[in-house]
């Protein structure tokens, strides 16, 4: 029971802290909360892939922690107290590690795309490290919220998350970061891996492509 509250209590914490307060800190300082995400349905693929990324962050957050207190048993092999004390340390760290990454990026945050906008191309900091920060910290705090209350609802969740943001990733931001900055943005991708340091890096532009990408996009 108290690691189901636990985990519920972290993944409030998380949502007001990377959501609402960050908002709330990209309003004052740049005049724009940077909030691009259209919530009503209108069948695009961003829609799809963040409404399932929102289903699979619920689904650990709350559904996993509401059914283990209705009496969902957990997965035996993950129902250790050693288990459950590092989720809750790796999910202050990723809570942390996610808010830091957000920051990072300075005024070019954003939550969705506009695709008539262009901000400018982050690469220092944790951005050096892989292509989306924000992603793997949040990654590791769901997952970290998942082994807390190890049931089948959490691991279904992740699963889900995993998913919606593979979906955001691939299908919409790179494509857009590859028309609006061309040969600077597959430079980047070729050098620095995806998720993880080294790994989901990709090819570079030859200079024909890049001028037909910068032509496009102009």
């Known amino acids: 029971?108290?690691?189901?509250?636990?985990?519920?209590?972290?993944?409030?914490?998380?949502?007001?802290?990377?959501?609402?307060?960050?908002?709330?800190?990209?309003?004052a300082r740049t005049g724009d909360s940077g909030n691009r995400r259209r919530w009503r349905p209108?069948?695009?693929?961003?829609?799809?892939?963040?409404?399932?990324?929102?289903?699979?962050?619920?689904?650990?957050?709350?559904?996993?922690p509401a059914a283990a207190l209705a009496g969902l048993p957990p997965l035996a092999v993950l129902d250790q107290p050693w288990v459950h004390g590092l989720g809750i340390v790796v999910a202050v760290a990723g809570i942390t590690a996610t808010l830091l990454a957000q920051l990072g990026l300075g005024a070019?945050?954003?939550?969705?795309?506009?695709?008539?906008?262009?901000t400018d191309l982050v690469t220092t900091g944790p951005f050096a490290l892989v292509r989306n920060p924000i992603f793997t910290a949040l990654l590791?705090?769901?997952?970290?919220?998942a082994v807390m209350?190890?049931?089948?609802?959490?691991?279904?969740?992740?699963?889900?998350?995993?998913?919606?943001?593979?979906?955001?990733v691939?299908?919409?931001?790179?494509?857009?970061?590859?028309?609006?900055?061309?040969?600077?943005?597959?430079?980047?991708?070729?050098?620095?891996?995806?998720?993880?340091?080294?790994?989901?890096?990709t090819r570079s532009l030859s200079p024909r492509e890049a001028n037909d990408a910068a032509r496009h996009h102009n």
């Open 140 to 145: 590791i705090t769901m997952t970290s919220l």
């Open 42 to 64: 209108d069948g695009t693929l961003e829609w799809w892939a963040l409404a399932l990324a929102d289903l699979g962050y619920l689904l650990v957050g709350v559904g996993a």
């Open 1 to 27: 029971m108290v690691m189901s509250f636990a985990a519920l209590g972290l993944f409030v914490v998380l949502t007001l802290v990377i959501g609402a307060w960050r908002r709330r800190i990209q309003l």
């Open 108 to 118: 070019s945050w954003r939550i969705g795309v506009d695709e008539t906008e262009t």
């Open 149 to 168: 209350v190890p049931n089948p609802i959490a691991i279904a969740g992740l699963v889900i998350a995993v998913a919606g943001i593979e979906l955001q």
């Open 170 to 201: 691939r299908g919409v931001e790179e494509p857009y970061l590859r028309r609006v900055h061309g040969r600077a943005y597959t430079d980047y991708a070729a050098a620095v891996g995806r998720f993880l340091p080294g790994i989901g890096r």
